[in-house]
């Protein structure tokens, strides 16, 4: 997760926003991983999103009903639209509580300024023939501005002598409360969904709207980097953006081109995608028999970034390591260095990749060795197919030393039966 987060940090424009979606889970490492990469300066709000309603079965604790989404930015000066809430019905009932000769509603605001401010104190006769005093404070506009409300019919006049003179403001012209961090207004996908695609991680779209339309403009370029169905490709679509969508699953990726022709009507063309009225899918992880022939380096990169993992930069003298996998609480800065304060973050796992036909023993003690070494509990051996000695021994392994091998096939890689363990 980490470097994919410090790659889009480098990528992301100056203008450019941020949002990473988490669980309660992981949200307090995902949180310090971020501050990291992005700087503390450049965290703008934790968006709080009910996802659930209440649970019955919670144990001894409280109902957790919401996720994370946190919103970074690469400096000040970067894109914000405001949006808005509808107002409540009862809010509106109880506020816009005059309605004019042709059924528009209104409320009865004040035109006192909110500070001192000497050069709006002036008396203003109305239309009505009356004269009004400001509030000693002044008016919230300039004369020039007063008359304009006085001549579209804007002006409250006061029922009884010495009111204050109001302006109305109309619920149609209102643009509601702002919105804040707390939304609670956007339910989760459910089975009976109309858009539910049985996709276990699916946003909603108007979730994705939201956080689309507050931070890009029209043309802008939205980068999903974890795309799953590609619920932000189509909300970026729809919102008339450009978008690339990444995700490391083939299955993903297949669904998201469904659902581009379907809810976009967009055709999967070079020649249109170079026009902006199509797209293309490009990269997807390739068969058994074409990673057969690829160099062996390059095959061990494929299968350490399918695993989510870094690839060495060394392509010798790696110690039987090939790679690593990091979980988001690790800190890159700390990992290689001892008897640091922070030790109990230095937790990784390797990977070793064999473009063999078949793992054997042999290879599974090497790597039982390179574990040990590395002072590890856990690595990840791919490989086309493993020999029942290398099986054996890794059950062994196990049962021994409390060490654990997953043996992993580039076929359950491409079949994605890894992403379920």
């Known amino acids: 997760m980490r470097p994919r987060c410090v790659e889009l940090h480098r990528v992301l424009k100056k203008t450019g926003s941020f949002y990473y979606h988490c669980d309660w889970h992981a949200s307090h490492y995902v949180k310090v991983m971020l501050d990291q990469i992005f700087g503390e300066n450049q965290f703008q709000n934790e968006i709080i999103w009910k996802r659930t309603h209440a649970h019955g079965n919670i144990g001894r604790r409280f109902g957790v009903v919401n996720d994370s989404i946190f919103f970074y930015t690469r400096n000040t000066d970067y894109t914000w639209n405001q949006e808005y809430l509808a107002f409540a019905d009862d809010y509106i009932e109880r506020r816009f509580n005059y309605t004019d000769p042709d059924g528009r509603r209104w409320q009865s605001v004040t035109l006192r300024n909110p500070g001192k401010r000497p050069n709006l104190h002036y008396p203003y006769t109305a239309s009505n023939g009356v004269t009004y005093m400001p509030h000693p404070n002044g008016w919230s506009c300039d004369l020039e501005r007063m008359k304009q409300y006085d001549s579209e019919g804007r002006l409250h006049f006061p029922s009884k002598a010495g009111g204050q003179l109001r302006l109305k403001m109309y619920l149609d012209e209102s643009p509601g409360p702002k919105l804040q961090n707390i939304w609670d207004d956007i339910p989760p996908i459910n089975s ?230």
Do not use: H
Request: contains cysteine; aromatic residues 8%; neutral net charge.
């Open 192 to 421: 009976q969904a109309a858009e539910a695609l049985g996709y276990p991680t699916q946003k909603p779209l108007p979730l994705l709207e939201r956080i689309i339309e507050a931070s890009s403009n029209r043309n802008d370029i939205v980068l999903d980097a974890f795309c799953g169905c590609g619920t932000a490709l189509v909300a970026a679509q729809k919102l008339k953006r450009q978008w690339i969508g990444i995700d490391i699953s083939p299955t993903a990726c297949r669904v998201m081109a469904m659902r581009l022709k379907k809810d976009c009507g967009l055709k999967e063309d070079e020649k249109l995608w170079a026009i902006g009225r199509g797209f293309i899918v490009r990269d997807l992880p390739k068969t058994e028999a074409e990673l057969r022939k690829y160099p062996a380096f390059e095959f061990e990169n494929w299968a350490v970034v399918a695993l989510g993992g870094i690839p060495n930069k060394v392509q010798v003298g790696d110690l039987g390591i090939d790679g690593r996998i990091y979980p988001v609480s690790a800190i890159l800065e700390l990992r290689v260095k001892e008897n640091v304060e922070m030790d109990f973050m230095d937790v990784w796992y390797p990977i070793q990749v064999k473009q063999t036909d078949k793992v054997g023993r042999p290879d599974i003690d090497a790597f039982e060795t390179a574990i040990q070494r590395a002072k590890r509990k856990l690595g990840y051996f791919v490989g086309f197919d493993f020999t029942g000695d290398a099986l054996f021994e890794i059950d062994r392994f196990r049962r021994e030393t409390g060490c654990e091998i997953k043996p992993l096939t580039v076929r359950e890689i491409l079949d994605e039966e890894v992403l379920q363990r």
